[in-house]
């Protein structure tokens, strides 16, 4: 069943209208507004005189379509004359998101001989002679770099790095809002994984970690593993480790909710490129009683030929059964469904065929695999990307406490026991006392999660877990491969 779209701030318009000023002015407008299925925000007056008044009308709308079906219902009403109409989404972009300012003054000679030369020159000196000196004395301390090559934005695609500036202008912003991390956008012109690689190595030194944003698989993989051999600060992929996390925080608590336990539940994953890989990692991490991984070409299990080393790996350690049915058959008795794939996959039918108390992560964006208000029929928790939705599934629940405290631990590295510390930390968040099928995860607006987040992570990697003894089943995972076949997870950044 196809979604229909709600009116949102994101499609959010400002008209400036001028009508006759007669008593029933303002109420016609409104009216008109509601009637096109636009939600009035704000109405403020302008200007006026004896005959006319200038209004500016703010008004959430569903999408670009809608908003001129809008402005032309109001242009249609007798004695109104639409002058200019405001899209308040660009207007937040104009110039940009970000800027750069000094920490410092500046304000006499003194301040500046200090700041800069001759001065600057004494701490130039003693970086030289102690490198490590340089997360102290520089930006390095407090600064990540967001990188892309612009080949998977949002549920946008391939669009290069000019486009996809503006989402890693935002990432930045989400960084220093919530994680108080300075983040600058780097978008390379360049899709050649031995450039990218060479580029970010190159640029690193001045950089306390690396945020590699929206690089379709599989060369994210490959580019992610070489640059954490590389480098000596973390590289982190959001699209991947982010998802995981949050994916991971949310599970728990929806287990939480129906009283079962992840070693007891059979997983069906949509979706086995860079989010789902993760995802898929870190259940197996926890000990997930089974996973079926689905993906363009069906369900992975033992016996395909052609695959890749990363599904090759997960044929190999998922899908005990080898099931090899088609999505809608896996779900029947399954207990979790999670997907970071495309819209409108199934019904709330095939929601229906699920275990009793089954729980549905349903991701890709804008539109989910199953109507949310469909799922919620048949199963006890349902969660999306999405803002209007309750329990959203947002990676920025993550990245910037985990930065936050990568950077204040002056880690080397991002390991999978900080993942799992950032999941609890999440998911402990909300309290065993307040969860509930609508409350899995903390709202991203909320203080305490980046803090939690960041004390994890840092202890984690201060206190780093001894490493597990030899096992051949699925808790010892090797790396992901550098190979893998699908897009970079659909979730809003």
Known sequence: MAITRLPSAGFSITIRISVTADASAIGRLTTCV??????????????????TVVVDLTCDTADANHADQVVEALTALDGVDVRKVSDRTFLLHLGGKIEVSPKVALRNRDELSRAYTPGVA?????IAENPADARRLTIKRNTVAVVTDGSAVLGLGNIGPAAALPVMEGKAALFKRFGGVDAWPVVLDTQDPDEIVSIVRAIAPQYGGIN?????????????????????????????????????AALTNALRVVGKK??????????????????????????????????????????????NSAWQWLAENTNRDDFSGDLKAALRGADVFIGVSAPNLLTGDDIATMAPDAIVFAL??????????EARRHAAVVATGRSDQPNQINNVLAFPGVFRGMLDAHAEEFTE??????ARAIADVVGTDKINRTVIV???????????????????????????AADPGPADLPEIAAEAAAPASPLSS
């Not at 509601?34 to 005959?51: K, Y």
């Not at 989010?275 to 299990?301: C, E, F, N, S, W």
């Not at 201060?462 to 490493?467: I, S």
Request: proline share 9%.
């Open 417 to 422: 026991e900080m993942a799992i510390a950032a």
């Open 212 to 248: 590699l944003e929206d690089i379709a698989a599989p060369r994210c993989f490959e580019i992610e593993n070489r640059l954490r051999e590389l480098l000596d600060i973390p590289v982190f992929h959001d699209d991947q480790h982010g998802t995981a996390i949050v994916v991971l």
């Open 442 to 468: 903390p709202s991203v607006f909320d203080s305490r999660v980046a803090p939690a987040v960041a004390a994890a992570v840092r202890a984690a990697a201060q206190h780093p877990a001894p490493p597990p």
């Open 364 to 373: 890709a964006n804008p539109d989910p695999e199953v109507d949310p208000r």
């Open 262 to 307: 992840l070693t007891d539940v059979r997983v069906v994953v949509s979706g086995a490129g860079a989010a789902g890989t993760a995802i898929m990692k870190l259940l197996l991490r926890q000990g997930v009683g089974d996973i079926i991984a689905y993906d363009r070409q069906g369900p992975l299990h033992r016996g395909l030929d052609g695959l």
């Open 34 to 51: 509601g009637e096109a299925g636009a939600i009035v925000t704000a109405l403020d007056v302008v200007d006026s005189d004896p005959t």
């Open 122 to 126: 004494r701490v130039c000196l003693a």
